[in-house]
């Protein structure tokens, strides 16, 4: 009780956890039957099971140790070989300028069993972007980069995109020649706005990733540092961040290039390490192939499709939660006895605390009195302007998120709204909505 503010008040609402706390962070002492020292002995190493253990919980350092045991200095380069729990890969990466490269490169794909596949593009949004070139690998350390629509300084003459994408066209859209991608939705979309329909995506390493180890990270990134031990150029070392970004069609060429063909090498790569892993796993493996794979194509077609919207209606729905707002804003000066800001915390807790004396249910980190919507929905049970400032937020949050906001979300050249569904965002397996979330609107 001698302690104030909400240091206080957090440890007088946490009491009954207290005694497990303290419990949680006293070292044990009471442990019996552990060995004696005499009986801990050096044994030969098992490196094998060390090699699995430091590669599971990513111990990089001491899994470097264990590859190369004799201590030497590293270059860069030598240290990121180095990190791989695979076998050691020389990259050959090629940037495609002339017929004669691609026509070389356009054998190697109709005869591989399997090609890794990438774009580069203009944006993020997949029903805006664009392609700026596309990248192939066919075998581990192996991989090119078509640049198709650079515009930095000084580029040098590039093959026409549209006769790239006309001569890659039977290839993109053959069902019989796979292809792996890392979130190969996006892709698809991107070759959709240049009317190519994709087809043969026999494999996503996003989605290996998600079945096997649903509670980590899925981009590219990421498995490469967990499964190939590989430090990845990173997207925004090229393009920068924030304000100062620019186009990945503005990158120097040579280092796009090295980007771009890197992104298909190593997705190749991933999926060499993840794939063979489903063999041992019948559940996951049927998951992955009978249910997230097809499902991948549904969820596709779902978000091209788009979600067709009334605008008149929301116009309409709109105009009549605007003047309930404003009805409702009336009330509250009526309650409070003056005019004051409902999107204000500070003056709505003048006006409930100070000078209508409602009791404090809660301070905030600053020690002022939370007008939060937990305390307000306590108050409201007692106390009419607390639920008449619930209804207010209600109605606000649903004329500013949806029925304002989405008829502006209207795609103009499908007259609906595309959405994008994430299958590999959430633990539980369950579909994640954005830009716009339709899966909450009340």
């Given at each position: ?7 206080g ?6 009491l009954?956890?207290?005694?497990l ?12 039957n552990?060995?004696?020292?005499a ?16 590669t ?28 791989s ?22 054998t ?17 949004d997949?029903?805006?972007a664009r392609i700026?070139g ?38 993109l ?8 991608l ?14 190519i329909?994709l ?41 920068g ?14 280092r ?22 489903f ?12 249910i ?31 003047q309930?707002?404003?009805a409702l ?18 003056q ?6 100070e ?10 980190p ?12 306590e ?9 008449l ?54």
């Amino acid at each position: 009780d001698e302690i104030g503010g909400v240091v206080g008040h957090n440890l007088r609402d946490h009491l009954a956890f207290l005694p497990l706390g303290k419990k949680l962070v006293t070292v044990a002492c009471d442990l019996s039957n552990l060995p004696v020292p005499a009986a801990l002995t050096v044994t030969e190493r098992d490196t094998e099971t060390l090699r699995s253990l430091y590669t599971r919980y990513e111990f990089r350092t001491w899994l470097r140790e264990l590859e190369t045991p004799e201590t030497t200095p590293f270059s860069p380069a030598e240290e990121r070989e180095s990190l791989s729990p695979t076998e050691s890969v020389t990259v050959n990466y090629e940037t495609v300028l002339t017929w004669a490269q691609f026509d070389s490169w356009l054998t190697k794909i109709e005869t591989a069993n399997l090609t890794a596949l990438d774009t580069e593009t203009t944006s993020l949004d997949s029903f805006a972007a664009r392609i700026v070139g596309i990248s192939l690998s066919v075998k581990a350390g192996e991989a090119c980069y078509i640049p198709l629509a650079h515009t930095a300084p000084g580029v040098i003459d590039q093959l026409p995109c549209e006769a790239v994408l006309a001569k890659l066209k039977p290839w993109l859209e053959a069902v019989d020649r796979r292809k792996v991608l890392q979130n190969a939705k996006y892709d698809q979309h991107v070759f959709a706005n240049h009317g190519i329909a994709l087809a043969g995506i026999a494999h996503d390493t996003m989605l290996q990733s998600y079945v096997l180890e649903s509670d980590k990270g899925h981009d590219l990134g990421q498995l490469c540092t967990r499964h190939l031990g590989l430090e990845t150029i990173a997207y925004t070392d090229l393009c920068g961040k924030g304000a100062k970004q620019i186009g990945f069609d503005q990158v120097d060429l040579e280092r796009a290039a090295t980007y771009a063909a890197e992104d298909a090498d190593v997705t190749l790569r991933v999926h060499q390490t993840l794939h063979p892993q489903f063999a041992h796993e019948s559940g996951l493996s049927r998951i992955y192939h009978e249910i997230e794979m097809p499902a991948r194509q549904v969820i596709w077609q779902m978000e091209r499709t788009g979600i067709l919207i009334d605008s008149a209606a929301m116009s309409r729905q709109s105009h009549e939660i605007g003047q309930k707002i404003m009805a409702l804003e009336a009330q509250a000066y009526e309650l409070a006895g003056q005019p004051f800001n409902l999107a204000s915390p500070k003056q709505l807790a003048e006006i409930l605390f100070e000078k209508q004396g409602l009791p404090v249910k809660k301070k905030t980190p600053s020690g002022g009195p939370s007008t939060d919507e937990e305390v307000l929905s306590e108050l409201a049970l007692d106390y009419p302007l607390p639920k008449l400032l619930l209804e207010h937020r209600s109605l606000s949050k649903l004329k500013g998120t949806y029925t304002d906001k989405l008829p502006r979300m209207v795609n103009p050249a499908t007259g609906r709204v595309h959405t994008h569904f994430s299958q590999a965002t959430v633990v539980t397996g369950r579909l994640a909505s954005s830009d716009p979330n339709l899966q909450n609107i009340p």
